[in-house]
């Protein structure tokens, strides 16, 4: 048996100004051939899992194109068209194969192009046809369509965000293509759509907790092979936007269905309680100080480069740098020019920087610092994260640097921070501090949650704000929960 194996994933936040192009994936991950294999071999993300199953049940892997970028604007057009031709010529030149199995995203938007899985589905079709099998692996923050739905044999998506069962997923995705490809399996997929959005959830704790325990309890019934609590990424504006859930059964179209109503209708009856009542920066940094122990981890959400925010944002830190509280620090901002500067510095040196708030004019203004230059590097190290263990990072010429008590990582690549390797590298241990900061709405709880005395999520204005009133949403499918208020979908699904 031989499958071929690709990877294409976006998450794209439309209401980003930093457009999506070839040389973004490319900074990231565009690989052909056995240079998939070498970058996920033994790496907890979804390739990585599919590589580990199909070795295991002694199946042939073909590679064939992988392309990978942290979430940013829209995807260009150009950029769709290369992405969509190398993925359909490299499955094309892996000759004949018994399945296919995709890592997809389920978020990601082209110019002009709403939903780019569902698009690439159905191009992979007209080449392919429908007798060979397609499944696919999506993130949680997936919008699901109908297309993606049509045009593929099963849809897998992850459980659990932090998103650290995506290895499971990959592996899970071969076993099932195996099992339709022997002929003892008949995936029906059902999807259940909610009119609502939710800001992003933890599914450590309730609501989502739970909703998820439904879902495993639904999957332990004869003949569902699949049930998943789809969180959808708000920050689209798309009509498809939203929550959803997808259950697979093994040919039963009325029970895939059954499940699918009833697990939507719980998340409808727990909608209210997907609304958190964060504290402001300055607030949370006071109520952290006034805190026993340390170190208490303060996530700044609402600049989270993880949702296509532009990493940049100088509300949290602002509010630190005039606290000036003893034994703080901030991992990191975003912003190569000042790397730049302070590696043309060299360490020892002091320099005045404007540090921040660079890309856009709802981030915060740049801070006016002058900052010692403490240490340097390359920005390069392994994730050691239970969420995508192991995969290379490389956040390009970064520096830590020092002004007052505080402690600022600058890097110049936009993303998240998943775990304390970034501050391993400057020879910070987050144990030491007070207040540890650092931007990410709830994937660094995967490697933080055992490590913080307490997690302090603040929010202010940005591009994943959990204030979701202050988007200016134009093509998303209207009444939506809770920007409307929405009394049909309960009516609807009481009736199953
Ligand atoms: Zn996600």
Known sequence: MKI???????ETNTFSNVPTTVKLFKNWEWDHNERIIERHLGVDDYVGGMIDKCNQLGIEIAPTFSAFTGPSG????????TLEKELITSI??????????LALHGAGVAEGMDDLEGSLLKALRKSIGYEIPIV??????????????????????????????????????????????QGEMEPVIHLEKLPLIIPTSTTYASPAKEINEQCWEWEKEQGVVDCTFFHGFPYTDIPDVGVSVITI????????????????????????????????????IQQALAKPGFPIVINETSDNPGGGTPGDGTFLLK????ANAPKTCFGFIYDPEVAELAHQAGVGSYIEVELGGKTDLLHGQPLSLRVYVKSLSDGQFFQSSPMWRGIKVN?????????????????????????????????????????????????FRAAFQSIAKEIITVDSPGLSTCDFSSFDYKRINRPIFPLDSVHDYKKQTSEV
């Not at 094309?92 to 199995?101: F, K, P, Y």
């Not at 949680?140 to 593929?152: F, P, R, S």
């Not at 909608?271 to 300055?282: A, I, V």
């Not at 509010?319 to 005039?322: C, F, G, K, T």
């Open 395 to 443: 956040l390009g010429k970064s520096a830590r640097l020092q002004t007052g008590n505080v402690d600022i990582l600058v890097c110049s690549v936009r993303a998240q921070t998943f775990d304390e390797q970034v501050f391993l590298l400057h020879g910070m241990d987050v144990k030491e501090y007070k207040i540890v900061a650092l931007k990410s709405s709830q994937h």
């Open 92 to 101: 094309q030149n892996a000759g004949e194969v018994d399945g296919i199995c």
């Open 4 to 10: 071929a194996i690709a990877q294409l994933a976006h």
């Open 249 to 284: 059964t093994n040919g039963n179209s009325s029970l895939a269905e059954k499940v699918g109503k009833e697990v939507a209708k719980t998340i409808w009856d727990k909608r209210e309680e997907f609304r958190p009542d964060l504290p402001t920066p300055e607030e949370g």
């Open 74 to 81: 829209m995807i260009t057009k150009e950029t769709y068209e």
């Open 319 to 322: 509010a630190m740098v005039e």
């Open 136 to 181: 696919v692996t999506l993130d949680l923050h997936a919008n699901l369509t109908d297309i993606m739905v049509q045009e593929a044999n099963a849809l897998l998506g992850v459980n659990f965000y932090p998103h650290t069962d995506s290895h499971d997923r990959g592996r899970e995705a071969i076993g099932l293509l195996e099992q339709i490809i």
